[in-house]
């Protein structure tokens, strides 16, 4: 008898024990994102979201006595920086997951490195075309252009009815260079005609002769895609020179900065977004509490799509009962209908993200929703 | 290609404006770093930082302080003089002590200017400034009403102040002692000393004239493009060491010349040939290329060639 119980106890014990099957108690998740130079006020952005995201997580004891613990370094929105630092999470730090570049450009030099050692990557602000399309280990939450851009330039379109268009764009960078194809695509579609294109490249301040030649054409409505270095100062010579008609713009112009330092020039300014900061989402109205709370003044887009990052790999890793990379890889791949900040989320087959966008405008030197 | 463009005289005229306005942004740039190679026979890769942070000096004046226009300018000659004395004193003289040789001079320069950057990154951060409106008004003028020209009091001033400073350094040369006292200097150093010219004093004053030429780049260059970074340097810098060779190194009055058509190929490159922006570096340098193949001394010849 006494034998009997204590084989069913070890039984239970070890049957209990495999199902238990412990988290680590540390899950090392790595970032890379661009703490300096132009781009930074993206990746900072980024970093406070998942910061504050992986806070939240290890306080809610979703992963039970499991703690997420972030290891963060600068790519310096520099290829060979990203490739260097990738490269040190996955050997040296060993981090279950990476989530970053903040560039899209960044991302196609170092992303490859992470799919071929099995290494799961989010990415939260990479919009460019081709992104998850460089594996099975790729993943974002960024809303592809591909996704955001045609339902916004309907909206415009059902307002403002353009027949012609004008871009601008910068020609050697792969963010900027995939937005302006997308657009050229979607203005095709909607029957709008692109009377002028232009570009500039890396470094150029003044872009006043650009935008003259494309003024001459005399289009309806104006389309620029920029990161927010050269955002402003385009916005801001656009209207010096007289442009008065309305003008769109790319996911760089997603930057509180534009109104900020744009000031007068950013207003009316519309943009294609993935989250808005007045959002009803009970979540993202929390999260914009905490965060504002917790850095002393209101996240963008790109806070709340690293905060959300987390949040879907806490989940996955739950799901999984697994830190292990090819467990979580398979188990993000099946979140649906997951209710975030960023509205219902799901990733498609494709691994790209799956929610409502909307279009924004600058008002009164706010954002607010366009119609 | 599209032809209308070659037949719109208000478009040349704009373009006119536009290039020489940027040529003279250019010009007044490449006179303080000629000098500086003029006299000294080195390249100050540093110049660039220094126009980057007379910039900032005078967005602190002018922005933060709320200091109008001319002091704000003034602030950046001074801040500009300052650094470059700096340079002098810490990068350049040191070395000269030693009898190193110009590539040593040089690669100083280089590491002073990531210095200085990264000192301007670190405690300026990223982000874009811009001077506020009350500075200087960014509503452009139309000439000839609102189809006309436009030209900014930004382009305005950039135009009659780069005037003034180039027919200043040429009087500057040319007509004083010091300006001679320079000449010979960069003619010949040893020659200058035996003279009795207090050579370092003359090097001295050299470097507080470029850097306060640099202030001045810095401060129209940010008034015309609104945008203040640690990075604003490194556009500027590789056109000015283009306009340094176009011109003749050394020569103050190549400097203007180089940079005048610099700015004007530039700008009729973005405007008149297709696709011309992307390509207008390559078109910039290629026919740089060409002139130094006719003329290897560039267009007004070197300072000491003209000496000999």
Known sequence: MKRTLLSMAITVAVIGGIQA???????????????????ASYGVSIRQGIELGIEEMNASGLLGSAKLQLVI?????????????????????????????????????????????GVPVIGTSLTAVGITAMGNYVFRDSLPQAAVIPGTLAAVAAKYKPKKAALLFQADQEYS??????YKASLAKAGIELVASESYSKGDADFRTQLSKLAAKKPDIFVFCSLIGEAIPVLQQARE?????????????????????????????????????????????????????KYGSAPDQFAVQGYTAVQILATAIKSAGSADRAAIRDSLAKIKNLDTALGTFSFDENRDPVHPSTPITVKGGKYALFE | ?????????????????????????????????????GVLDILNLAHAATFMWCAFAGYLVMAEAELPLPLGLAAAMLAGAAIALLLELLAFRPLRREGADKLSAMISSIGASLILVSLAEAIFGAQTRRFPNSVLDPKPHFIGGAGGVRISNAQILILIASLVLMVAMGLFIRRTRMGKAIR?????????????????????????????????????????????????????????????????????????????????????????????????????????????????????????????
């Open chain 1, 177 to 182: 260079k995939s937005e302006a194809d997308v």
């Open chain 1, 21 to 39: 099957a412990p988290l680590p108690t540390t899950i090392k998740v790595g970032s890379a994102e661009s703490l300096t130079g132009d781009n």
């Open chain 1, 73 to 117: 370094y600068d790519d310096k929105a520099d290829k060979q920086e990203g490739i260097s630092v990738f490269n040190k999470l996955i050997n040296d730090d060993k981090v279950v997951t990476i989530i970053g570049p903040t560039l899209s450009g960044t991302a196609f030099a170092c992303v490859p490195i992470a799919q071929k050692a």
């Open chain 2, 184 to 308: 010979a200097v960069a003619a010949n150093q040893k020659a200058a000393r035996l003279l009795g010219i207090d050579v370092n004093g003359v090097i001295v004053v050299t470097f507080l004239v470029a850097g306060a030429l640099a202030g001045a780049a810095g401060i129209l260059v940010a008034l015309l493009t609104n945008n203040i970074v640690p990075g604003m340097g490194s556009q500027i810098e590789l056109r000015g060491l283009a306009v340094v060779i176009l011109g003749g190194m050394g020569n103050i009055e190549g400097a203007v010349v180089g940079g005048f058509i610099l700015g004007l190929v530039e700008t009729f490159t973005i405007a008149y040939v297709p696709g011309g922006s992307d390509i207008k570096d390559a078109i910039v340098f290629f026919i740089l290329f060409i002139i130094l193949l006719v003329k290897p001394n560039g267009i007004m010849g070197k300072l000491k060639a003209d000496r000999a």
């Open chain 1, 241 to 293: 020179i007289g442009i008065t008609q309305p003008i769109l713009g790319g996911n760089g112009f997603n930057n509180p900065n534009v109104i900020k330092n744009g000031k007068e020039a950013a207003e009316g300014l519309i943009v294609g977004a993935s989250w808005f900061v007045e959002s009803k989402n009970s979540r993202s109205k929390a999260f914009v509490a905490s965060y504002t709370k």
């Open chain 2, 1 to 37: 290609m599209d032809l209308s463009l070659f037949q719109d005289p208000i478009f040349l005229a704009q373009n006119l404006v536009d290039g020489l306005s940027r040529g003279a942004l250019y010009g007044v740039y490449a006179i303080g770093f000629t000098l500086i190679f």
